[in-house]
């Protein structure tokens, strides 16, 4: 348990270090809502999600801490507090490092970012009953994967709406083999960034 605390309050201060990484700041501020859905991860993209009556609403903040020179990818630490309710009411945080790829071919109409987060970790205030194996058991502590779509003006970038799938997950019984698939929720959202 101590070393998902430890991973948390590194990544924290790499989001406080300013410049350490990149010459120009740019952090992110924003919120998003979802639902869950009891299908993996990709299962909304198939039409084969069944959503149940527990909802998301969450607060999420990043910093920009690596830009390529020649290309349009950056690293970002994303953070996230939010809180559940419906079946059950528990808090969670959340930390995950996010690639952002900043270029698609029409970027000048509309411009997209897909944004990846598979290697974060979650804890939430307590097991939600959703998130329970055959007998029961779960964690509190889980691992992390995001994957995000943001849209935004070419004209103003600061301005972002997006579509995230939040994901919790034991990463294929690494974490613990208590046989429950996590939580998903898709939810929308819009960051301001700065």
Not at 111 to 126: E, F, H
Request: aromatic share 14%; with cysteine; hydrophobic share 40%.
């Amino acid at each position: 348990m101590k070393q998902h605390f430890s991973a948390i309050f590194v990544s924290g201060l790499l989001m406080l270090a300013p410049g350490a990484f990149c010459e120009e700041l740019d952090w992110s501020v924003g919120t998003y809502v979802g639902q869950y859905y009891d299908s993996e991860p990709a299962g909304w993209t198939q039409g084969r999600a069944n959503y149940l009556d527990q909802y998301m609403v969450a607060l999420t903040a990043s910093k920009t801490i690596w830009r390529s020179k020649t290309l349009p990818l950056s690293l970002e630490i994303d953070g996230m507090v939010g809180q559940q309710s419906g079946v059950a009411s528990l808090t969670e945080i959340a930390v995950v490092p996010m690639l952002r790829w900043s270029s698609f071919p029409w970027k000048d109409y509309v411009q997209t970012d897909l944004r990846l987060g598979p290697l974060g970790v979650s804890y939430t205030s307590s097991v939600s009953p959703l998130e329970r194996g055959t007998l029961g058991r779960g964690s509190q502590t889980l691992g992390f994967l995001v994957i995000e779509l943001a849209f935004s003006s070419p004209r103003k970038k600061s301005e972002e709406f997006f579509a995230r799938l939040h994901h919790r997950c034991a990463v294929y019984d690494r974490l613990n083999d208590y046989g429950a698939n996590g939580e998903d929720f898709f939810a929308v959202g819009y960051r301001h960034r700065f």
